[in-house]
């Protein structure tokens, strides 16, 4: 089972960028569909973007569109998650996931849905 671990979290001020990675070990990235997830404080855990396994069809949610870019390097077995212009409202923890739900199924993508989730990675933007 691969094992995912989230880094690049921090502080950063409203309107700034930030990149997240999401490390695989024990599997390649590229054989499955993973992407990414976050969760606001006293919220849910909703979806932010997803890639299909060995083709590169990535999609975002509303909130993440136009602002956040999701690659998924084969060479280092490394999924980045680039998001800019950042508001107080995409404050959460961050979370990888893989077995998510493809962009067709987009109504499954709920947390219960995927597997082998990292630890998170906290993101606090700040005005």
């Known amino acids: 089972q691969v094992v995912l671990v989230e880094s690049g979290g921090g502080l950063v001020q409203a309107g700034g960028t930030l990149r997240l990675a999401c490390a695989a070990r024990?599997?390649?990235?590229?054989?499955?569909?993973v992407g990414w997830f976050r969760q606001a404080p006293g919220k849910e855990r909703e979806f932010v973007a997803g890639?299909?396994?060995?083709?590169?069809?990535?999609d975002y949610s509303d909130s993440a569109r136009s602002r956040f870019t999701m690659t998924r390097v084969e060479a280092e077995n490394t999924l980045y998650l680039q998001m800019s212009s950042l508001k107080q409202e995409d404050t959460a923890i961050y979370y990888c996931?893989?077995?998510?739900?493809?962009?067709?199924?987009?109504?499954?993508?709920?947390?219960?849905?995927?597997?082998?989730w990292g630890q998170g990675t906290e993101v606090t933007v700040y005005t």
């Open positions: 890639v299909l396994r060995n083709v590169d069809i990535t």
């Open positions: 996931a893989e077995d998510v739900p493809p962009y067709y199924r987009a109504s499954r993508r709920t947390p219960e849905e995927c597997d082998s």
């Open positions: 024990g599997g390649m990235l590229v054989r499955y569909n």
